[in-house]
């Protein structure tokens, strides 16, 4: 989906939600491809909402919730590995939480006039917004696109629970028809989601693969599973890679993957910080090249982290990428291949928002 129209104007932060160039119509547009999974609060001026998408490939299962922080002017994001929307009797809960309250992973608005642009689509939301005196904010919720080996890049949905499989104390995992075992390797590490509210939507766990059959459809683990899962449990290398880019200052320097890692547990929260850089950063900026007959150079934000070593690399970002100061000026348009980006700065340097 392209990004929604530059430089439009909003009124105020409810216009910024659901206003008709808003972030709710960006996500719930055809072409994003996300839903409305639970509207917790749909009041004006304490919007509460969880979207749900599948990803770009079918292969993610993303719930993101935003929050209308309207006492302090920002817009709260949350993710789930798993949301529970209410049923009868009335009850609603998300599982395995990212981010938080308190402004840790959000967007910083004002309640007044400000202009803007929003891009969505399957894998996540962007957003920059010009906050007054040309002080631009921005984040990027969703998920990063993936640096992972193809013959690593196994997907696959369980079947549902079959004796001697997908149980507690049994060291096989069942999949449904079709799933493709063309791209997996013994020895590898997957990780086990569960989607379900029926054997415990908080079940996840890292499973190490000794061996798999095609024709049975089956993967038997290094060790026995230490969780019970139901049909359409995940399992991939990172089922749900998503990043909550931003904070209340609008310097992202750092960020909170939606991710499976550490190896033998489920990170959660806030506990799982990355870095990015770009190669703009990496050679300190003054090292690169301004201009050279008129070309801009233009590098990818890259997402790692280096907390526990080695050095996790996570992906990259395809909405925000970086340019060297000195090379343009706020709010030039730059073009690669056929994609035009509208850079802008804010006090950690110049970004470049990819725009369709």
């Excluded at 005196?133 to 998920?143: E, R, W």
């Amino acid at each position: 989906m392209a990004a929604i129209e530059l430089a439009q104007a909003y009124a105020n932060i409810d216009d910024f939600i659901d206003g008709g160039n808003g972030i709710h119509q960006a996500l719930l547009d055809a072409a994003a491809g996300w839903v409305l999974s639970d509207e917790v609060i749909a009041v004006a001026g304490a919007q509460d909402r969880v979207y749900y998408s599948p990803g770009s490939d079918d292969h993610k299962a993303l719930w993101l919730r935003i929050t209308n922080d309207s006492a302090n002017e920002r817009l709260l994001f949350r993710a789930y590995s798993f949301w529970q929307p209410p049923a009868a009797p009335l009850t609603r809960a998300g599982y395995h939480e990212v981010g938080d309250a308190l402004g840790a992973t959000c967007l910083q608005l004002v309640d007044g006039p400000m202009t803007g642009w929003i891009a969505a689509d399957a894998d996540g939301v962007a957003c920059v917004a010009d906050v007054g005196g040309a002080v631009y904010n921005k984040g990027y919720f969703g998920a990063l696109q993936l640096t992972v080996p193809p013959q690593r890049s196994f997907f696959g949905l369980l079947a549902g629970p079959a004796t001697g499989t997908n149980q507690e104390g049994t060291s096989t995992l069942l999949f449904q028809a079709g799933t493709s075992f063309s791209q997996l390797q013994a020895g590898q590490y997957l990780w086990v989601v569960n989607q379900s509210s029926t054997s415990g939507p908080g079940n996840v766990e890292l499973v190490q693969v000794d061996s798999f059959d095609v024709g049975d459809r089956t993967i038997t683990t290094v060790a026995p599973l230490e969780n019970d899962y139901d049909i359409d449990a995940a399992v991939s290398i990172d089922p749900q890679p998503m990043v909550l880019w931003g904070d209340d200052d609008g310097d992202l320097v750092g960020a909170t993957p939606y991710a499976l890692h550490d190896g033998d547990s489920y990170g959660g929260g806030l506990t799982h910080d990355l870095t990015r850089a770009s190669i703009v950063e990496a050679t300190e900026e003054a090292a690169l090249p301004i201009s050279s007959g008129g070309h801009i150079f233009v590098a990818d934000c890259l997402f790692y982290s280096t907390a526990p070593d080695p050095v996790d690399v996570r992906g990259t970002l395809t909405r925000f990428r970086r340019v060297p100061p000195g090379s343009v000026v706020s709010l030039d348009d730059v073009t690669v291949n056929t994609s035009v980006h509208r850079v802008f700065a804010d006090d950690t340097g110049f970004f470049a928002f990819k725009e369709d």
